[in-house]
């Protein structure tokens, strides 16, 4: 993206062996590709492990070869548009974009997965639908949904906003403004619902047949959760719960009002998420900044939705909710769905705080009280907590639900010695901000000083902290109602921005949490860069050679004091870090969703950015200056699936067991309950170059390090976009999910 339109944007407020996979064919035959040379010479060790480890881009240090065989192996290495497996394993598809599910249709870029099995080999998976890429979703919509959108019509009007000539066109609107006759309205309308609708959550009935096949069984339970549920039917709403509902039905709000009380208009931006032991789904809003305003006034109460405009261009279409009235302050929760009950459209639990979600890690502990773990997805976001008010009577009692309705929400303080505490947000904390020198970037943002404005502001020096600190002592003082509850609610609402103002510890964009049976957290930190937006403390993240600025993340270990879930303190430290093995790293790049096995070891997928991926690296120097972070991202090739055994004889090292098809991420990572199936997410293929022509390749060059750090060269094959999984040139790329599993039936590993 543009430099000058991305800073205009935000002004606005949008801010291998032989290895075998399926490759699908016609929509319903499954059939099998070789991968020539991906041959891997891990054979040893695949006795122990269950699989053969993949060949990656670049060389491991897992592989325990010479530095001379390393450059002999890499110097040549071909991309695959597909998911490759190890030898022995196999994927089935489950569903694409554009499928049927209930009376509507399977979204785009599903994310989360979870598998709640009634019986053995059966039950409903539910499936978060993230975010439409823009330009391959609007170039593939008609062929897919049968459709047309009248998008050439609203590009028509899109004018250059900046005065650069390869300055993107773009038309953007205020369109909640517009008359309802006004045909650019009805235009807007259309495509913003349809891109709503792609959004959201689903649930899908699934069976695993005789062959040890999972399908859809199509049930009457099978249902979509949209970015538009309840606007056409009000029965379809979903329901709110908390201390923010306080603040959704008060009279008189300094901002914006919707005239809907508690009750919210769908879920939209649905990234990671997580299971409660009693069969509930919680889905985590992400990104709703895209779709509506962030910035809340100083009594939580939406901004008018005209401060994030519809915006559409030749590569993105945003501010879909702006057409429909969307009031920001109801986006950005966990939503809970009951994926068993057929009336169920999703609780927002707004005592688990307002951000850009990611994540969603249960302890239930009979006796004990209910202890929630959560992530803000930006750089220089926090690592929350939610402890229940009240206790935990049976983990597997569907009552547990009520928990979530009362208790508080806390931000993860670290400490570089590897302690932390957990701080209230509650309106008796006091305001201590971080100081801006602290962080990756020398940049916060907490809550604007001048409360009549609300929202918040970009602070840089100590001098630009000392407004705030002198007119507030507490959250309380900072935020406004007419109750304890009021303030609490606008707190809530205001989550990243009120715990940056606490002090709060700034983190590297924490992806994932996921937690043990003993009580260990797992916590991916995808990326520790500086954007924007802000960045990560960095006396706390840290590089293998002691780099702040870090772009490839890490895998975090969290334990409480005494194992217990409502404890204040804990300790922590990095389990892995990411980065080439000849830095230091584990060989992976910017770790993100992760699941353990029933033998509780973890697994963990990568999100690399997309425009990164396979990114020719001719020279590591350029004009006499060393390449370093996201300018070397494109050496580690496709994003893919990592294991890490966390016991046994295998223990300490990590193993590459999937590549993903070009230009995707794989998400949402969930094992059946025997260990013999995985479902994953295939993510935007083709986001970057789209529909692959005429199978399409370029050899790129890369100058790559063998472990001990020896330079050599690479020639890298590499595809031209994606026709994933259809394989077939010229077919749209389709996110969709799929089931691994090994061919002769037994566990994955």
């Known amino acids: 993206m543009n430099v000058n339109r991305r800073k205009f944007l935000l002004f606005l407020g949008a801010t291998a062996g032989t290895l075998t996979s399926t490759l699908w064919d016609n929509r319903g035959e499954a059939g099998s590709l070789t991968v020539g040379e991906n041959s891997s010479l891990l054979a040893k060790t695949s006795s122990s492990l269950g699989f053969q480890p993949l060949k990656m881009a670049l060389p491991l240090d897992v592989e325990q070869l010479s530095i001379a065989q390393q450059i002999k192996n890499y110097a040549s290495y071909q991309v695959q548009d597909d998911l490759v497996l190890p030898e022995g394993f196999t994927y089935d598809l489950i569903a694409v974009w554009g499928d049927r599910v209930g009376d509507s249709r399977f979204g785009y870029n599903n994310d989360y997965l979870s598998l709640v099995e009634t019986t053995p080999g059966e039950g409903y998976l539910t499936v978060n639908f993230e975010y439409i890429s823009g330009g391959i979703w609007m170039q593939s919509y008609s062929s897919v949904i049968g459709e047309e959108l009248p998008v050439a019509e609203l590009l028509a009007l899109a004018k250059p906003v900046g005065e650069e000539e390869d300055e993107e066109a773009v038309f953007i609107i205020d369109a909640l403004s517009l008359k309802d006759d006004d045909p650019i309205k009805e235009k807007i309308s259309k495509i913003s619902r349809e891109g709503l609708i792609d959004q959201g959550l689903g649930v899908i009935s699934v069976k695993r047949n005789p062959e040890g096949k999972w399908e859809r069984t199509f049930s009457d339970l099978d249902r979509r959760v949209t970015g538009i549920s309840g606007l056409d039917n009000p029965t379809q709403a979903l329901k709110s719960t908390g201390a923010a509902v306080a603040v959704f039905n008060k009279p008189n709000k300094l901002g914006y009002e919707d005239g809907l009380g508690d009750r919210i208009i769908g879920t ?411 479902f994953l997410a295939i993510q935007h293929p083709g986001e970057e170059n789209g529909i692959r022509q005429d199978m399409a390749a370029e050899t790129r060059e890369f100058e790559l390090l063998a472990t001990d750090g020896t330079v050599f060269k690479q020639q890298r094959q590499v595809p031209l976009g994606s026709n994933w999984p259809s394989g077939k040139a010229n077919q749209p790329p389709l996110p969709g999910v799929v089931v691994i599993r090994k061919v002769n039936g037994t566990e994955i590993v």
Not at 294 to 323: H, K, Y
Not at 402 to 411: D, K, S, T, V
Not at 453 to 461: D, Q
Not at 552 to 563: A, H, P, R, S, V
């Open 268 to 678: 939209f931006q649905n990234c990671a998420g997580g299971t409660t032991p009693w069969g509930t789904v919680l889905s985590a809003e992400e990104n709703f900044q895209d779709q509506v305003p962030e910035a809340v006034m100083a009594d939580g109460s939406a901004l008018n939705p005209r401060e994030t405009p519809f915006l559409i261009s030749a590569g993105e279409v945003n501010g879909r909710a702006n057409v429909f009235g969307l009031a920001g302050n109801k986006y950005g929760w966990m939503v809970e769905i009951d994926p068993a009950n057929r009336d169920d459209y999703g609780t927002k639990h707004t005592w688990l705080g307002r951000y850009r979600h990611e994540a969603f890690a249960t302890r239930a502990v009979k006796d004990k009280n209910l202890a929630v773990y959560s992530g803000c997805d930006r750089r220089g976001g926090h690592l929350y907590k939610f402890i229940s008010e009240g206790k935990v009577i049976n983990p597997q009692d569907k009552a547990n639900s009520r928990l979530f309705e009362a208790g508080m929400l806390y931000g993860a303080k670290l400490d570089p010695n590897g302690t932390g505490t957990w701080i209230p947000l509650n309106p008796d904390t006091p305001i201590n901000p971080i100081s801006p020198s602290q962080v990756v970037g020398g940049m916060v943002f907490l809550p604007n000083s001048d409360r009549t404005v609300g929202g918040f502001t970009e602070v840089t020096t100590e001098e630009q902290l000392q407004p705030l600190i002198n007119q507030f002592k507490t959250l309380g003082d900072l935020y406004q109602g007419n109750s304890r509850e009021e303030i609490q609610g606008a707190i809530l609402i205001d989550a990243h921005f009120a715990a940056s103002a606490a002090g709060i510890t700034n983190t590297s964009r924490p992806e994932d949490t996921i937690i043990n049976d003993e009580g260990t957290l797992f916590v991916a930190f995808t990326s520790g860069a500086a954007d924007e937006e802000g960045g990560p403390d960095k006396t706390i993240f840290v590089g293998p050679g002691g780099e702040t600025d870090y772009e490839y993340g890490w895998i975090m270990k969290l334990e409480e004091d005494n194992q217990d879930p409502a404890a204040l303190s804990f300790t922590w430290s990095m389990l892995a870090t990411g980065g080439e093995v000849a830095k230091g790293g584990a060989g992976f790049a910017n770790p993100d969703n992760l699941t353990l096995d029933k033998s509780g070891n973890l697994w963990v997928v990568t999100d690399m950015s997309t425009s990164k991926h396979n990114q020719p690296v001719p020279s590591r120097v350029e004009n006499g200056v060393s390449l370093t972070g996201s300018d070397l991202t494109g050496v580690f090739g496709n994003n893919s699936m990592w294991y890490i055994p966390l016991s046994g004889e295998n223990v300490g090292k990590i193993y590459p067991f999937a590549i993903g098809p070009m230009e995707c991420e794989c998400t949402g990572l969930t094992f059946d309950n025997d260990n013999n199936s995985l």
